[in-house]
């Protein structure tokens, strides 16, 4: 198994990406090796600094980067030569099985497509965060911001998508598909997910019914499937009203001595509080749906965050996500 | 003026609902009275025992009563003695100018739209939480779920109608609308936004440009419009988020002794917390777009919060914000 790295993207690169690597190599599986594309000099002197002389590391030379505002197509069109799209061309050629990449988004979305190419059958490709739940396990979220305007099929495939996902890589049997809705009884929705909740009812994954938004954290489901639009506002909602909170604590605890002195007695709370909140043990975002495995991790990846993504790599290529996807994808009956 | 009051509808209804009318009272202009439509025993008891003996007070007995669960068209199509259709007949017949309720919010929607009607020229009206906001301030989010599937010219709709309610009501000179939307780009969003976007760009507000989901409580924006469905995920997840990182930050608090002792040192910190994310102080969430006032006060309203309820009928009701809206919509150019 070989994973390919994009060591030139995110907001910690190159470094804590080649740490990370480090990091990972000694818990990845003997036959799990890492590709790493970036410049070459970084390269040279980053695997030297951490260590990462191994014959299961491979070094490739990109003479481009794309960075994190540029815009999507544009880049994967004319940086050939960037370690993003040198690295999804290994993964299409079938030299690696798996990128991880903590880069531009919407750089690695269009170049998966357009690279990788979807899995036949698949509608569109989803990108699926996992967020930490309220009773400390997780819930998968797709789409959360790859795909608006979807139609009924493309959801119903993100269910089995999540499904299969769920099952393999985290290990929850029989995971509970939620529709994200704005009630929670079968009726509610809007054009979408009224036609929506009938297909579910009928796809062969455990539907449990509508999932309204304050909900999605509850613990009562393990895949929430959503229109892209709907995902990334519920997703950033999520983080934006965490990071809010946590600020605004903060502010309340430094207001006064007595609250100083209370909130030190009370630092490992606050620890565990982060650290329940905190989605860097459960790796990046798996984009399902194309042929090979792709995982976004998130842009602000310390060390930690990005050795978590590539294990979860490994997962994902170990739990032959991509082709028990296509198998559920090809068992739907024929679209009207 | 006189305002029309629910006194049935809501999780702490008939009692709060009265005890709150009485801490009003007291806070009203001498020229606002109160009408309260509710079972003719509770009325009469509750009033005596808050002394809500006043000629600022009238009393109408109500037969019926609409529960939180009812379906709301057959509600207001059938109970026509409920406290909530007399009190919608109240507004809608000139007698009173604003209705105020805890109760069914689908009923109320629903009710304020066929009995009270909307303003000639408005597409749809829109249900407007106000959100406290990181900086102290606060936000009105509109629609936060009375309309899904919402074409363009709803949503610049809506952003007049915000306009004109944090105006005159919150006192927010030329308030920044933002738009919704799954990126802070011009060319971000959905098909929807898309075409809202330039829509925006020639209303004659203060257009901020796209706000996106972690940016709504970041005092950046004084009113956010959506769709339905998104405003109603938003407003959930805001919500949702919040309770979770509160029993999460009890679950760690409780956790040991020193994280106890520590919790109880700072507990005026954590008092502060939930005032700043306190949303009783702001009032319910008018329906904008209606001939009279209508103010939804959450279902949870204690006392304090139904009592500011009433005051924001009165401010909503000074503003002269449905006259602002019939005004500012009629002068949008005809739609193509």
Redesign the interface.
């Known amino acids: 198994m070989k994973i390919a790295i994009d060591v030139m993207g995110g907001d910690n690169a190159p470094d804590a990406v080649v740490e990370g690597c480090a990091m990972a190599l000694s818990k990845l599986g003997q036959d799990a090796s890492l590709v790493l594309f970036g410049e070459e000099r970084a390269l040279q002197s980053l695997t030297a600094r951490f260590g990462l002389a191994s014959d299961r590391v491979e070094l490739v030379a990109a003479g481009q980067r794309i960075g994190c505002d540029e815009s999507p197509t544009q880049a994967i069109r004319q940086k050939k030569d960037s370690s993003l799209v040198r690295a999804l061309n290994s993964v299409a050629a079938g030299e690696a099985d798996c990128i991880v990449s903590a880069g531009n988004t919407g750089a690695l979305l269009t170049g998966a497509t357009l690279i990788i190419k979807r899995i036949d059958g698949v509608k569109r490709p989803a990108l699926a965060p996992v967020l930490p739940t ?1 009773t400390g396990g997780h819930v998968l979220l797709l789409d959360s ?1 790859a795909n ?2 979807c139609k009924p099929q493309y959801l119903q495939q993100f269910a089995l998508m999540g499904a299969a996902y769920m099952e393999k890589v985290v290990g929850v049997k029989n995971p509970r598909i939620g529709l ?1 809705n ?1 009630g929670a009884e079968a009726e509610k ?3 979408l ?1 009224k036609a929506v909740y009938p297909l579910l009812k009928n796809t062969p994954v455990n539907f449990a019914g509508n999932c ?7 613990g009562d489901f393990d895949v929430v499937v959503a ?4 995902g ?14 946590m ?3 903060k502010d ?2 430094f ?2 001595v ?2 100083k ?10 620890r ?2 982060k650290r ?2 905190d989605y860097t043990e459960a790796g990046g975002a798996p984009l399902l749906g194309v042929r090979g495995g792709v995982i976004k991790a998130h842009g602000s990846s310390n060390v930690k965050a990005f050795c978590h993504a590539i294990l979860q790599a490994e997962r994902l290529i170990r739990g032959n996500v991509a082709q028990i996807i296509a198998d559920s994808v090809a068992a739907l009956p024929e679209e009207d």
């Open positions: 309220k911001g608006t305007d994200l704005n929705g809007n054009e997910t309204e938004a304050r909900e999605t954290l509850s229109d892209g639009f709907d990334n506002v519920l997703l950033k909602s999520i983080e934006g009203t965490a990071s809010v909170m600020s605004l604590l309340a605890l207001s006064s007595r609250t002195i209370g909130a030190a007695l009370a630092k490992p709370a606050f565990a509080l329940s909140l």
